[in-house]
């Protein structure tokens, strides 16, 4: 069964930093792209970062985190982590990691909760 297992959301403020982590079970992760996508409250759910499973292929961010935001992955632990610094009240909302195929398929986790504000 395919999971995914988001944490490391909370309330922060305004310039402040976070680091979400998300395990994954029930795929071949190190073959696998993952991207964390965030849902906004009254918003559809948006790519933020995608990661591809070799380094051949770019990474690639919404330009609205550019600079800020930061994806990577352990293979080992079936992880992939989201570095998010100088954080903006915009970018709350909540994140979820999932690979293109079971997003597709509208298969997601519970996600983890960031709320940006003063």
């Known amino acids: 069964q395919v999971q995914f297992v988001e944490s490391g959301g909370g309330l922060v403020q305004p310039g402040e930093s976070l680091r979400l982590s998300c395990t994954v079970s029930?795929?071949?992760?190190?073959?696998?792209?993952m991207n964390w996508y965030r849902q906004a409250p009254g918003k559809q759910r948006e790519l933020v970062a995608s990661m591809p499973a070799t380094t051949r292929d770019p990474i690639s961010y919404i330009d609205s985190v550019k600079g800020r935001f930061a994806i990577s992955r352990d293979n080992a632990k079936n992880s992939v982590y989201l570095q998010m610094n100088s954080l903006k009240p915009e970018d709350t909302a909540v994140y979820y990691c999932?690979?293109?195929?079971?997003?597709?398929?509208?298969?997601w986790g519970q996600g983890t909760q960031v709320t940006v504000s003063s």
């Open positions: 999932n690979t293109p195929g079971f997003s597709a398929r509208n298969h």
């Open positions: 029930g795929i071949t992760f190190s073959f696998s792209t």
